[in-house]
């Protein structure tokens, strides 16, 4: 089993970024109208790249576009969209299989410069009222891969096994910037990544998460208004 390099920030998924971003602002600050320009200065990308990854959302009905900005109408379908381009397993890093009694050991030997998400994610940010678990997701940055490695060192369940119980992931520019400053309430990815990440993981309990997290955000989203 051998590590991935972490990949450049132009490798990254840039429609994702830009998904990311109106589904945090409908939640956070319940917001529902955007300009494409605004969100290129912020997102630190070209407004073409915002335009294009604003068109299937377009073409569904999940947003409608004014002459200086245009609204979201449906986050089921943004979230629906990013779903289905998000390729999780792409991210990999690092992964390996740690011997514990349970994944509340991996999680409380974590380093700094690390954000979790899936089952760990939920659970920091509502506790577990879903399933129990295996597995360990969490995105890392180029500072803290290293010492990751070092406190979870490449292993097998088996000679024969590829299983892991860590799961390493690189994070995109945004959200690396997030981790290293510190933003990320109870260092969890947000609630849209969650939700995203959950859909793209493979362990059948994924879906149990999911059913709770939903339920959440439709609370959270039912109370946007238009600024």
């Known amino acids: 089993m051998h590590s991935v390099k ?21 939640l956070k600050d319940r917001k529902k109208k955007f300009n494409v320009r605004s969100i290129a200065r912020e997102m630190r990308m ?30 089921d379908k943004l979230l629906a969209v990013w779903a289905v381009s998000r390729e999780l397993y792409k991210d990999v890093i690092y992964k390996t299989y740690v011997k514990v009694k349970g994944v509340e050991e991996i999680e409380g030997k974590m380093p700094s410069g690390i954000a979790y998400t899936n089952y760990s994610g939920y659970v920091r940010l509502f506790g577990n009222d879903a399933s129990s678990y295996s597995e360990v997701y969490v995105y890392a940055t180029a500072k803290s891969i290293n010492e990751i490695k070092k406190r979870f060192p490449q292993n097998t369940l088996t ?53 709770r997290l939903k339920p959440r955000i439709d609370e959270k989203y039912a109370n946007a208004v238009l600024e």
Do not use: C
């Open 46 to 75: 070209a407004p073409d790249t915002v335009s294009n990854a604003v068109a299937p959302l377009k073409r569904i009905g999940a947003v409608e576009m004014h002459k200086r900005y245009f609204t979201l109408n449906d986050l």
């Open 159 to 211: 000679e024969k096994s590829d299983y892991s119980n860590l799961i390493v992931l690189n994070p995109d520019y945004i959200l690396a910037e997030k981790i290293e400053d510190g933003s990320l309430e109870h260092s969890s990815v947000s609630m849209p990544q969650l939700y995203v990440d959950l859909w793209n993981t493979k362990e059948w309990y994924a879906y149990e998460f999911l059913k």
């Open 6 to 26: 972490i990949k450049s920030d132009d490798n990254m998924n840039k429609k994702g970024i830009v998904y990311r971003y109106i589904a945090e602002e409908v």
